[in-house]
C-alpha cells in the first residue's frame, strides 16, 4: 500500500471522523489485499478496545473488532441450541488459521460480499447492526438488511460499525446449516440455515448464493412443497465463476428441503 501517508489510532468516537483520504483499518484482511489507490490514511480501529463478545439482558453483543476465531471458539451456554452454527459459519470462509485470527467480524460484514460468512451467520439468528454516524449520530438496522449487493451496502461514508446484538430467542432456537462450493476449497457458492425458535417460528435464509441475504420466516415449519416453492422463487440468484445462477437455485432447494427435514425431528 505505496499511497498511505499516515495512521492514527482511535480512542474516542471523535477521533472515528475521517479526514479526506482516510479509510477505517479492523483486521486489515481486505484492505491489504488489493491496492487501495484512493486511499492516503488509516484509522485503527484496535485502539478503541471493544470487548469481543458481551453477554447482554437481551441476548449476546459481539464487538465489531472481535476476530473470527474468536466467535468460532463459542461453546454452548445454559439454555443455548444454537451454539454449532458460530464454528459452521466461520467455516464458510475460504481463509487460513492466520486469516481467522486476523478478520474482524464488522469488517467482514462491512464489506458485504456474498459469500461474507459473517453475513450468514447474523442473518440466521436474526442479528442487527448498531451503526456509529460521522455526525455523533447512531442507528441500528437488521444486518441481513446492510448488504446491497456483492461488495455494496447501505452503509454511508464515515458510518462505522460498532457491534452486532443476537437476539436471546435465537440462540435459544435449534439450527441446521449447509454449504456447497464447486472445489473442495474455494469460496462457498450458497450457504444455506434454518432456525426453529421455542415458539415453532421458523427462518431459513439464502447467502452466498444470492447477492444479498434472502430471509423466509414461517409461523411454523412449512412443507417442503411450500418451502422449495419460496426458494426457486426468491430474487438475487446470479452467476460467476462459482456457479451459474440456475445451479445456484436448485442446489439451495435441495439443500433447504435437507435443513427443514433436520429441524423437523426436533420438533
Not at 439454555?79 to 467482514?108: D, E
Request: overall charge neutral; proline content about 4%; some cysteine.
Amino acid at each position: 500500500m505505496n499511497t498511505i501517508e499516515s495512521w492514527r489510532s482511535a480512542r474516542t468516537r471523535q477521533d472515528l471522523v475521517l479526514a479526506p483520504g482516510e479509510a477505517v483499518l479492523g483486521g486489515g484482511t481486505w484492505l491489504y489485499s488489493e491496492p487501495q489507490v484512493g486511499t492516503s490514511g488509516l484509522v485503527d480501529l484496535a485502539t478503541m478496545r471493544w470487548p469481543s463478545i458481551e453477554d447482554t439482558p437481551t441476548g449476546l453483543r459481539v464487538g465489531a473488532t472481535c476476530t473470527v476465531a474468536e466467535l468460532a471458539r463459542i461453546r454452548r451456554r445454559e439454555g443455548w441450541a444454537a451454539h454449532p452454527i458460530f464454528f459452521q459459519a466461520a467455516s464458510a470462509l475460504l481463509a487460513s488459521f492466520k486469516i481467522w485470527n486476523m478478520m474482524t467480524v464488522g469488517g467482514n460484514i462491512c464489506r458485504s460480499y456474498a459469500a461474507a460468512a459473517m453475513v450468514s451467520l447474523a442473518a440466521a439468528l436474526d442479528a442487527t447492526a448498531l451503526i456509529w454516524t460521522a455526525d455523533g449520530g447512531e442507528y441500528t438496522l437488521p444486518v441481513a438488511d446492510i448488504p446491497t449487493g456483492n461488495g455494496t451496502n447501505r452503509l454511508a461514508h464515515g458510518d462505522v460499525l460498532r457491534c452486532i446484538d443476537i437476539p436471546a430467542h435465537a440462540l435459544r432456537a435449534r439450527t441446521a446449516f449447509r454449504k456447497t462450493a464447486l472445489v473442495e476449497i474455494g469460496r462457498s457458492a450458497a450457504v444455506l440455515t434454518g432456525r426453529l425458535d421455542e415458539s415453532g417460528r421458523a427462518v431459513f435464509t439464502i447467502t452466498a448464493a444470492t447477492l444479498r441475504p434472502v430471509v423466509l420466516r414461517y409461523d411454523a415449519l412449512p412443507s417442503s412443497v411450500r418451502l422449495r416453492e419460496d426458494v426457486l422463487e426468491a430474487d438475487g440468484y446470479y452467476t460467476d465463476p462459482m456457479g451459474t445462477a440456475d445451479w445456484r437455485r436448485a442446489v439451495s432447494a435441495v439443500l433447504l428441503e435437507e435443513i427443514l427435514e433436520e429441524l423437523r425431528a426436533w420438533s
